[in-house]
């Protein structure tokens, strides 16, 4: 029987406001010790923003560090249900080149995230992913 989403997912993911700054942001990241937030506008999810966005589309393109992180986010969200296949978030991972998506339940709650490194460490087979995944972050 194939894994479900849920069982490899991390629950409660991290949310920030669209008007919360760049480096208010990037030091929630830090401290929650994740790698990508969700972003809400007003009562509606605007999109995600992972570390990379922050320097990438931030800082690196000349954003203030007192900028607001909304408009850095990636709006087009692809999401996988929380009881689907493992083997259908790892298509839509690698349809859609993104590293995590959110995972849904309900009509498009989100109740966690899945990333590359969640579905590398679920597998079966022990690929370098996997182990690099596994191994506790250089600090």
Do not use: H
């Amino acid at each position: 029987m194939d894994q479900k989403v849920r069982e490899i997912m991390t629950p409660n993911p991290v949310g920030v406001y669209f008007g919360l700054t760049i480096a208010e942001t990037a030091r929630i990241m830090r401290d929650s010790q994740v790698g990508a937030v969700l972003v809400v506008n007003g009562q509606a999810l605007a999109g995600v923003v992972t570390d990379r966005d922050l320097v990438v589309r931030g800082i690196a393109a000349g954003a203030a560090l007192d900028s607001p992180v909304g408009p850095l986010c990636s709006p087009e969200l692809v999401s996988v249900p929380a009881d689907a296949d493992v083997s259908e978030a790892e298509r839509l991972i690698r349809e859609n080149a993104v590293r995590r998506l959110p995972v849904v339940e309900n009509g498009g709650q989100v109740v966690g995230m899945v990333s590359l490194s969640d579905i590398a460490v679920a597998d079966e087979w022990e690929s370098p992913l996997a182990a690099v995944s596994k191994a506790q972050p250089n600090s």
